[in-house]
C-alpha cells in the first residue's frame, strides 16, 4: 500500500477545531441556546472538544449530546448491520440550535440519518452542521456549515481521522487503495 | 464484531460474540422504547409474518410491538385461524405466505425443528419463536441480557434454573447462551423432570433444592408444563409446590442478592409464591421490557443478515 498522505497534524487539528468553534459562536450569538450532537462514532470526540471550546468563549457551559444514526440509515437492507452505538441526547432539542458534529462528509447519508433520527427527539429551532472534513462526493443536496478543511479525494480514497480520545495521536490521513 | 447470519433458528450454533452482539444491540434499541417516539425505521418497507402455530401471547405480543416498532408491516397467523385446521401443511402454508413476498417469518411451533425446515425451503429470514422441546433462542436472548443488565457480567455467576427442565424450550436455550458466556449452570428439579443427560450440555444437574439455590446469584424459575407431559411425571401440583417452589423457607436460605427470573407465565403458588413474585429480587417485568429490545436487536441484526455482505466503511 502507498504512504498514506498526511491531511491534518495535531496542532492543525486543534487550530481547525478552534476555528470552527470561533465560527459558530460568531454565527450564533451568545444568548441563543445552540448545543452540539455528535454523530457515533467519529463526531463524539469532536462535539466534545468544541462545547469545551465554546464553553471558554461564551464562558458557559455548553451541552453536547451523541447521536447514532444505525436505525435510519437507507443501506440496511444492502449490507451487515451496524454496530449499534449509545445515543445520549441528555436535553431537549426543541426549540435550540443544534450543530450536528461529524469527523467526515463524505456523501452526506449519515447525515440526512441524523436529521431523521434528531426529529425523534423533538423539533429543533434549526439545525446546523460542522465537520473536520468535507471530502466531497455528495449523493444527497447537504452542505456542511463549518468546516475545519476541504480536502479533494478520490472515490476510491479513504480518509481517516485518528483522535487523542481513541488512542495514538491526533492526525488525518488520506489513504490511497490498496 | 459482527452479525451475517440470515436466520436465528437456536442458539446451540452461536458464537459467544454473536451472542454479545445480540446483547449490545439491544441496549441501544431499549434505549429506543424510553423515549417519547419509541419507533425507528428500520423496517421500513419489510413485511413480518407472525406464524404462531403453537398458542402464545406473550411472545407473540412481544414480537408484535417489536416488528411495529421498527416500522415494518405485519401479517398474524395463528393456529385456529389458519389453514393448518384444515389439512393444509407447514411448508404449503409457508410457501403461500412467500408468494405475498414477505421478507421475514416468525415461528412458534410445537414441532421441534419447524424453524430449521422453514429456512431450508423459503428465502425468507426465520425468526425461531419457540419450537416444541427445542429451543427458544429470544427468551435465552433476553434472560441473559437482563442477568448482564443487573449483575454487569454473566462469567463466573451462578445460574440455577429450577423446575421442568425435560420439556423446556427456555431451559435448553438458556443453558447454551449462559454456558457460551461463562456463567456456571445448576439445573434442579423432580428427578423425572431433570434427567442426568442434561450434564452434557456442560452444566451441572442436582435433584436437591436447598443446594441448588444456597449459592446461586440468579434463579430462574420455570413453570411446570402440564401441556407438554404425556402423563403426569410427578404426583401433583401441591407436592411439586412443597417439594421445589420457591418459598420464604427456602429464600431465607439465599444469597441476599440473589435475582430471581421466570419466564412467565407464573403459576403462583406452584413455582413461586405470590410474595417473592412481587418482591424487589424478582425482574419477571423487566424481562418482559428487555424482551422488546432484544427481539428489535434480533429483527435489525437478521435484515442486515440477508444482503450482499458488503462490510460498511
Redesign the interface.
Known amino acids: 500500500m502507498p504512504d498514506p498522505t498526511l491531511i491534518l497534524n495535531a496542532p492543525t487539528l486543534q487550530r481547525a477545531l478552534t476555528r470552527i468553534a470561533h465560527e459558530i459562536a460568531e454565527r450564533n450569538e451568545a444568548g441563543s441556546e445552540v448545543v452540539l450532537v455528535g454523530i457515533q462514532r467519529g463526531g463524539v470526540p469532536l462535539a466534545e472538544r468544541l462545547g469545551a471550546l465554546l464553553t471558554e468563549i461564551w464562558g458557559r457551559a455548553v451541552a453536547t449530546g451523541r447521536l447514532?444514526v444505525?436505525?435510519?440509515?437507507d443501506d440496511?437492507?444492502?449490507?451487515?448491520?451496524?454496530?449499534?452505538?449509545?445515543?445520549v441526547i441528555p436535553f431537549d432539542v426543541t426549540g435550540k440550535t443544534v450543530v450536528l458534529v461529524d469527523d467526515v462528509l463524505f456523501s452526506g447519508r449519515t447525515v440526512r440519518a441524523a436529521m431523521?433520527?434528531l426529529n425523534?427527539?423533538g423539533r429543533p429551532r434549526r439545525i446546523q452542521l460542522a465537520v473536520l472534513i468535507d471530502r466531497g462526493h455528495r449523493e444527497l443536496p447537504i452542505k456542511a456549515d463549518f468546516v475545519g478543511k476541504n480536502v479533494p479525494t478520490a472515490r476510491a480514497e479513504?480518509v481517516r481521522v485518528r483522535l487523542a480520545e481513541t488512542g495514538g495521536a491526533d492526525e488525518v490521513v488520506l489513504e490511497k487503495p490498496v | 464484531m459482527s452479525w451475517n447470519r440470515k436466520h436465528l433458528l437456536d442458539i446451540e450454533s452461536l458464537t459467544a460474540a454473536e451472542i454479545t452482539t445480540v446483547l449490545d444491540t439491544a441496549l441501544a434499541f431499549k434505549a429506543v422504547g424510553e423515549r417519547a417516539i419509541k419507533k425507528v425505521p428500520a423496517l421500513r418497507g419489510k413485511t413480518v409474518v407472525n406464524l404462531f402455530i403453537e398458542p402464545s401471547t406473550r411472545t407473540r405480543t412481544s414480537f408484535e410491538l417489536s416488528e411495529q416498532r421498527l416500522s415494518a408491516d405485519i401479517i398474524n397467523f395463528t393456529a385456529e385461524a389458519s389453514s393448518l385446521r384444515k389439512g393444509e401443511t407447514l411448508k404449503d402454508t409457508a410457501r403461500n405466505l412467500e408468494a405475498l413476498n414477505i421478507d421475514f417469518i416468525v415461528i412458534r411451533h410445537s414441532a421441534s425443528g419447524a424453524p430449521h425446515f422453514l429456512a431450508r425451503v423459503l428465502n425468507a429470514s426465520v425468526i425461531n419463536a419457540g419450537d416444541g422441546a427445542h429451543e427458544h433462542p429470544t427468551q435465552a436472548l433476553l434472560d441473559t441480557f437482563t442477568i448482564r443488565e443487573k449483575k454487569g457480567r454473566l462469567a463466573g455467576l451462578k445460574v440455577t434454573i429450577l423446575g421442568d427442565i425435560l420439556y423446556s424450550r427456555v431451559a435448553r436455550s438458556d443453558i447454551w447462551a449462559l454456558t457460551k458466556l461463562g456463567a456456571q449452570v445448576t439445573v434442579c428439579g423432580p428427578s423425572t423432570l431433570v434427567p442426568r443427560v442434561f450434564e452434557q450440555m456442560g452444566c451441572r444437574v442436582t435433584h436437591n433444592v436447598e443446594e441448588a439455590i444456597c449459592e446461586a446469584d440468579v434463579i430462574n424459575l420455570l413453570r411446570i408444563q402440564h401441556e407438554r407431559q404425556r402423563k403426569s411425571m410427578f404426583p401433583g401440583l401441591n407436592e411439586y409446590s412443597s417439594l421445589f417452589g420457591l418459598n420464604k423457607e427456602r429464600l431465607a436460605l439465599t444469597k441476599p442478592d440473589v435475582m430471581i427470573m421466570h419466564p412467565g407465565p407464573i403459576n403462583r403458588g406452584v413455582e413461586i409464591d405470590s410474595e417473592i413474585a412481587d418482591s424487589g429480587r424478582s425482574v419477571i417485568l423487566e424481562q418482559v421490557t428487555n424482551g422488546l429490545a432484544v427481539r428489535m436487536a434480533v429483527l435489525f441484526l437478521v435484515n442486515g443478515g440477508k444482503g450482499p455482505q458488503e462490510v460498511a466503511p
Request: hydrophobic content about 30%; cysteine-free; proline content about 9%.
Open positions: 447514532d444505525s436505525m435510519h440509515r440496511l437492507d444492502r449490507r451487515v448491520a451496524p454496530q449499534v452505538q449509545p445515543t431523521d433520527a425523534d427527539f479513504s
